[in-house]
């Protein structure tokens, strides 16, 4: 599931008074859009005029670009409420994952049957995954072939690659027609992104179907332009 803000509030204020003795004010939570780390407890730290530290603009951060099993959410939420306990009774730790937030951790996974580790980085899956549903801007070659094959290829938004490829792939003999598209569509995440003089064979009705809401592109083989 992918948190809201109103989830996490709902299992702050559980967890708080399960596990924390209702101990932690409520703090502002954020929603970000982080790829590395699912949650994150943030504070701004100074020094007051007896050179004690201070903690100032506590949030909680889950990232919204995560769907997790509902268990694994609720251990990251702990997890950060845990760094939050430290910072609130103004405990000393020796590093953010230091003894002190180890032997909380532990006591409240055998007490509560948790499984909070001392990291929820995202995994390389997780992030490849991220990445297949990005939406991201491409720039589209379409190949129609003389033997009636089409084709397509996923080139950089450079400019002298762009007409690299087109000019080359169109002079070729067996070639009948390129046409260029600018998409956002996931669906051309999957195609490496290069200039490299290859296609990927597709059927003609996936590939039309794919690019009907792309932008045509008009080239005059020096410069591309949109077409209005």
């Not at 506590?58 to 268990?71: V, W, Y």
């Not at 290829?153 to 067996?174: C, D, E, F, Q």
């Not at 046409?179 to 590939?207: C, E, G, Q, W």
């Amino acid at each position: 599931m992918i948190a809201t803000v109103s989830y996490i509030e709902q299992k702050f204020d559980e967890f708080n008074h399960l596990i924390f003795d209702g101990e932690l004010p409520r703090i502002p939570i954020v929603q970000s859009k982080a790829t590395r780390v699912v949650g994150a407890f943030t504070c701004k730290v100074r020094k007051n005029f007896w050179g004690k530290k201070e903690y100032a603009d506590l949030k909680l951060r889950i990232s919204t670009q995560f769907d997790l099993p509902e268990n694994e959410l609720e251990d990251v939420i702990i997890h950060e409420m845990i760094h939050y306990y430290i910072v609130y009774h103004k405990l000393n730790d020796s590093s953010s994952h230091g003894p002190l937030f180890k032997q909380l951790m532990n006591d409240i996974n055998a007490k509560f049957g948790r499984h909070i580790t001392v990291s929820h980085k995202s995994t390389p899956e997780q992030r490849e995954q991220l990445a297949a549903v990005k939406k991201r801007w491409h720039v589209i070659a379409v190949v129609t072939f003389k033997d009636g094959k089409t084709g397509i290829k996923v080139l950089p938004r450079i400019l002298p690659r762009i007409l690299y490829y087109y000019n080359t792939v169109k002079s070729n003999s067996g070639v009948a027609n390129v046409a260029l598209y600018m998409s956002n569509n996931i669906f051309f995440n999957r195609y490496p992104n290069s200039s490299a003089l290859k296609v990927h064979y597709l059927d003609k009705t996936i590939i039309e179907a794919q690019i009907q809401d792309a932008e045509k592109l008009h080239c005059n083989g020096v410069a591309v332009i949109k077409e209005k």
